[in-house]
Structure formats: structure tokens, C-alpha cells
């Protein structure tokens, strides 16, 4: 097995939302806002070769929607989905199974672009299996007020159209291979599948929205984004206690400066241990 983080560009959103009730004079110590009070975020996702398979994990923004949509992100950087995986030696023709932790379209919206020439939206992997579970498919396709801007349909529907579909079938769910175990949580919205690789003795948590920096370690660090942050609150206090126990490596797929963190119990709860880059604990 060989894992590869693939940076598909950074975007801006509120940082009152991504912290939610938190004090702006406490959230910007480790996220500093501009003068709109936005932050910069990352879409950070993780290739993994493992046999005859290539598996994506989420696979960022995409580039098909209109200027009026991109004016509200500011998307930045020199990365995108394409020129990430080339460097990783692939192409979106290689890829095998497409996994999406949820369908949100900063997770899912490279998963279609628009054929100008064909006059409509076809799926990017094209070869892939397109991977979300039946539970989430339903909440993103029957959205409610609150996420419907969040489920795209360009985003989500041409991949049931394309007949690419295919649904993981439950938390004990190997369909992804022996080494990837999937956890699912409903705080942020429901079912968002949280998968854990195991990887040269270690386990690395690919951590979605659960966690999208180590600026959200401190359990009160809840998205405003998220539908039950209560729940949110719970399921990040569990599963950060298994990770300091377990010593699992956690990929933060939004974190714009550190892309892994490793987190420990105190005697005040879960903190923060280190943090550092994919290539600096495992080599490139």
C-alpha cells in the first residue's frame, strides 16, 4: 500500500461559522480571519494505491460552477484535482473506487465536470466506482433548508445517472479492503463516513468534517455548518479519545497549514500532541 495527499487548492468561508458559538477573540488565535472575517481552508485529499485499486478519498471543489458561485469562495493556490494526481503519477482515469465521506460540494464537487461538447455533466472517473451509502444518498437527495445549498444536484445526481453508484453497506463494511475500516457520524450531517486506513503500523484517520483543524481539537469548537452539533460534540470527544489511545494519525482535510496532528489525554481532556506534514512521518 502507498498513500498520496493530493491538494486540489484552498477556499475562504466564515470564520464565525466554522467556529460556530465560539468567541471570535479565542477561534482566531489559531485561525486568523481577514477583513471579512474569513478564513482559508484547505480540501486536502488522500489517494491510497493498495493492489490493483487506486481509492480517492473526497476530491475537493471542482470547476465547473458559474463566477457568481466561485465569488463567495476566493478559491487560491497553485493546486488543483488534476495537477495533483499527475504528480502523483496518475490521472482521473486511473482511479478506481471513488470514496466520498459526504456530499457536500467541497468534498464531492470534483466528482462531475461539464462536457461542453455534449452539452451536459459527465462524471470525472470515469472508470470508478462511485462510493456513498445509502442513508446519506437519501438526506443529500431529499435535502432539507438548512443543507440544500450544501447538496449541489450538478454534484450528486449525474453519478446515480451514470450508473457508477454503488453504496457501502454498513460501519463493518470491507468493500474498500481489508486495511480501511469506515465509522459514520450524524452531527454534521448524517451519515458522513469517516475512514481509517491502516498504514505502516499506524492508523490514519481521514477525518472529513469531524475535525477540520487542529484548531476544532477543544470539544466547544463546533461548526455552525453542522445540523446537530450536540451530536457533533459527542462524536468527537469519542472518537478523539480512541485516537489518543490508539495513536492514530488524523488527516485534516481542511486544515490550510498542517496537514496530520496526533492528539493525547490529559488531565483537561483530549489535546493537542504534534502536528506535521504526511512526508515528514512517513517519508515521501
Not at 108 to 115: A, D, E, K, V
Amino acid at each position: 500500500m502507498k498513500l498520496h495527499v493530493i491538494n486540489t487548492g484552498n477556499f475562504k468561508l466564515d470564520g464565525g461559522a466554522m467556529f460556530g458559538v465560539v468567541p471570535k477573540s479565542l477561534w482566531s488565535r489559531t485561525n486568523p480571519a481577514d477583513e471579512n472575517n474569513l478564513c482559508t481552508w484547505s480540501m486536502r485529499c488522500l489517494l491510497i494505491e493498495d493492489g490493483n485499486r487506486l481509492i480517492l478519498i473526497d476530491n475537493g471543489i471542482g470547476d465547473k460552477q458559474d463566477a457568481k458561485f466561485f465569488s463567495h469562495y476566493y478559491l487560491s493556490g497553485n493546486d488543483s484535482l488534476e495537477s495533483s494526481l499527475k504528480k502523483a503519477g496518475f490521472s482521473a482515469g486511473d482511479v478506481t473506487d471513488m470514496f466520498l465521506t459526504h456530499l457536500h460540494f467541497d468534498h464531492c464537487g470534483g466528482s462531475i465536470t461539464y462536457n461542453q461538447n455534449k452539452n451536459g455533466f459527465e462524471t470525472v472517473f470515469n472508470k470508478a466506482i462511485y462510493w456513498s451509502n445509502e442513508e446519506h444518498w437519501k438526506w443529500a437527495t431529499q435535502p432539507n433548508a438548512r443543507e440544500k445549498a450544501s447538496f449541489l444536484k450538478e454534484n450528486i445526481l449525474p453519478i446515480h445517472e451514470s450508473g457508477q453508484l454503488k453504496f457501502i453497506e454498513g460501519e463493518n463494511s470491507k468493500q474498500l479492503g481489508e486495511n480501511i475500516s469506515i465509522s459514520y457520524m450524524r452531527g454534521h450531517t448524517d451519515a458522513m463516513m469517516i475512514p481509517q486506513i491502516k498504514y505502516k503500523g499506524k492508523t490514519i484517520a481521514f477525518m472529513a468534517d469531524l475535525l477540520p483543524s487542529t484548531g476544532h481539537i477543544p470539544l466547544p469548537y463546533v461548526m455552525g455548518y453542522d445540523t446537530r452539533p450536540l451530536l457533533t460534540l459527542g462524536e468527537k470527544e469519542q472518537f478523539l479519545k480512541k485516537a489518543a489511545d490508539e495513536e492514530f494519525i488524523l488527516f485534516l482535510e481542511h486544515d490550510s497549514v498542517n496537514e496530520c496532528c496526533t492528539v493525547e489525554n490529559t488531565d483537561k481532556g483530549v489535546k493537542l500532541k504534534d502536528k506535521f506534514s504526511f512526508a515528514e512521518y512517513f517519508g515521501r
